[in-house]
């Protein structure tokens, strides 16, 4: 960002910079610069909501329009909860919009969350054994809508990564698999490519639309994009589930900006 100069110099750049402290990382101090000029995150702050990432399933749905009144919604890996505050509303999980459906808001995670109006935050592992009959039994019910924002920390070594990320959109899909009412729909973190080549002719065949997009709130220098496939058919039968890879991606840390 810059500022005109009134004695006709020129502009002046207001951009922070964050000046290398002992003691920290050079990657430490980049990402602190890049957080203190993110305008994403400073409208964060004005909004009341836990992070920037809320601002991405926000646009997404402006786009898709899945969050409605009434709607049932899963958040897989919902720490911090920025996308918990945004589902809320839209679904009318606080019964404000007179006349209109209420829907409920379940976030999961496996650590503490801070407790957010209108959600049921609950601590689980959605790959453990019964996960899924768990957060039914929470729900009264099927999801109308499940999404994840999940991403594996990151080890330094690109394969190692890309096998972890990929197997957790497939833990994801598993898991939207057995708690997705029909016509539902599901969004989660992808590749910079999309879904994966074999992820995306299954999700083609258990969803009627499927999208991978970038939002105008994620990074240009991410490889992130999101899947959003809408309209489920049901698992496809030769569906496979890789509950080791997926455990492996999540032994290595998950993270959301």
């Known amino acids: ?18 000046k290398t402290a002992k003691g920290r990382k050079l990657s430490s101090t980049l990402w602190l610069e890049r957080q203190l000029n993110d305008p ?4 964060a702050k004005r909004e009341g909501y836990r992070g920037r990432a809320a601002f991405k399933i926000m646009e997404l749905d402006e786009r898709f329009q899945f969050l409605k009144p ?10 911090p909860g920025g996308w918990c505050q945004v589902a809320v509303p839209k679904v009318n ?14 976030g999961v995670d496996l650590q503490e969350v801070e ?8 601590v689980l592992d959605f790959l453990s054994d019964g996960a899924d009959a768990q957060v039914k039994e929470w729900l009264g019910g099927k999801a109308d809508v499940v999404m994840s924002d999940m991403a594996a920390a990151a080890s330094g070594h690109k394969g190692t990564d890309h ?40 999700l083609k065949k ?7 997009v970038k939002p105008p709130s994620s990074r240009s220098d991410s490889s ?12 496809p039968e030769a569906w496979g589930q890789h509950p080791g890879a997926a455990r492996d991606a999540e032994s290595g840390g998950l993270t959301q900006e």
């Open 93 to 106: 999980a606080l019964g404000e919009r007179a006349g209109k459906p209420v829907g409920r808001v379940l």
């Open 70 to 79: 009434g709607c049932r919604v899963v958040d897989l890996g919902c720490a």
């Open 1 to 18: 960002m810059t500022e005109k100069n009134t004695s006709g110099r020129g502009t002046r750049d207001l951009r922070v910079k964050v």
């Open 224 to 235: 992130e994009k999101f899947v959003v496939a809408q309209g489920f058919r049901g698992a």
């Open 40 to 43: 994403y995150v400073a409208r």
């Open 115 to 122: 407790p957010i109006a209108g959600a049921e935050i609950h």
């Open 163 to 202: 096998l972890r990320i990929v197997a957790l959109i497939e833990a994801a899909l598993a898991f939207a698999f057995d708690v997705l009412e029909e016509d539902g729909t599901f969004v989660a973190k992808v590749l910079a490519g999309g879904a994966e080549n074999e992820m995306q002719t299954v």
């Open 206 to 212: 258990a969803f009627k639309k499927v999208a991978n």
